[in-house]
């Protein structure tokens, strides 16, 4: 294991934001993990843990170490009639287990292609997109405290899973360092098309009976057509979660705006926060070497030289702009660091 200092942490944060790691580590491996927690014990370094980078927004250099984690691997530890667990190492990147899963055909997991990111972080904030989120496919994760070194598994309901939440973001946050994740995969694919445009883009696409590998493909269209891709422009996907709010203040809404796009929930109606952020007029806006993206208002980017700071108070106006306009309160889906 190889410790370097004074790391630009630019081309490892989907934002391209150039701030630096005093110390820098990678390790692939669960032993090296646990020596590189011991040695920043002993030198009383922070522990920063970074897998894909692509949720966070770097506005200060990190004091003391930040561990890349590289841990990679995909097990099949288990093959029932209908279905198979399969475990895969934190360091893998989601893209790439999704597409090995459809070689393998392995259902569950097509409608969550394209989210850029490692394994180890999906479920930190129960990832999803196009009606399937992590939970859906999860069994459950192995993670090592950052004391006691100890492992420990979580299942679903430890990890207390809701919308882009979970307990590793709550109560448990910066306390262990997830390094596998087991998941349950089907061997017969039970498609989930009626959220968003799959099932007009696969019909675009000429396809009468979907497959695992058309439904793929219709979302990593889907997503090209409206996000930017973070190696051409720094990004982090959506920036503030969609809010809900009640009923009735929906209702109000929705007679001084018809086109408001709003869908029941548990806790009330789920509002697009794109809709809210185009309508108070910052759609495709661009202040200094930051923006808001022209194709979906509620990804924020980086031209190229931006800084977190930049970003963060582009996202404060956007968030004063919304409640003046709307009375709603967007809150960041992006973790500031
Ligand atoms: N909309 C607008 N203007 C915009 C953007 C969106 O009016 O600029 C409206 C659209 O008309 C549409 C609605 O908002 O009716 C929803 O838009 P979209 O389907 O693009 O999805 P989203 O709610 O903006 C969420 C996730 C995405 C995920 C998509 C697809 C969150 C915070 N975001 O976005 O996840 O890919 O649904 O399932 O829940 C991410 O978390 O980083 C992410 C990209």
Known sequence: ????????????????IDQKAEFFSVVSSLDELKEALTLSKQNQWAVFILGGGSNILLTRDIKGLVIKLEIKGITLVKEEKDQLLINVGAGELWHDLVQF??????????????IPG??????MQNIGAYGVEIKDVFDSLQALHRETLEMHSF????????????????TL????????????LSKTPNYHLEYGAIREVLAANGIKQPSLRTI???????????????????NAGSFFKNPTIPATQFETLKSAYPSIPGYPSTAGIKVAAGWLIEHAGWKGKRIG???VHAKQALVLVNYGDGTGEEIKALSQQIQADVAKKFGIDLQPEVNFI
């Open 1 to 16: 294991m190889k410790i370097q200092e004074n790391i630009s942490l630019k081309p490892l944060t989907t934002f391209g």
């Open 101 to 114: 899963s459809i070689t393998q055909e392995w259902a569950g997991l097509e409608n969550l292609s394209l």
């Open 118 to 123: 490692t394994v180890g972080a999906s479920p």
């Open 155 to 170: 299942d679903s309901e430890a990890c207390k899973f809701g919308y882009r939440e979970s307990v590793f973001k709550q």
């Open 173 to 184: 946050k910066d306390q262990y360092v997830i390094t596998s994740v087991t998941l349950r």
């Open 216 to 234: 793929s493909d219709a979302v990593i269209q889907i997503r090209q057509s409206k996000l930017p891709d973070p190696k051409e422009i720094g």
């Open 289 to 291: 070497n930051v923006g």
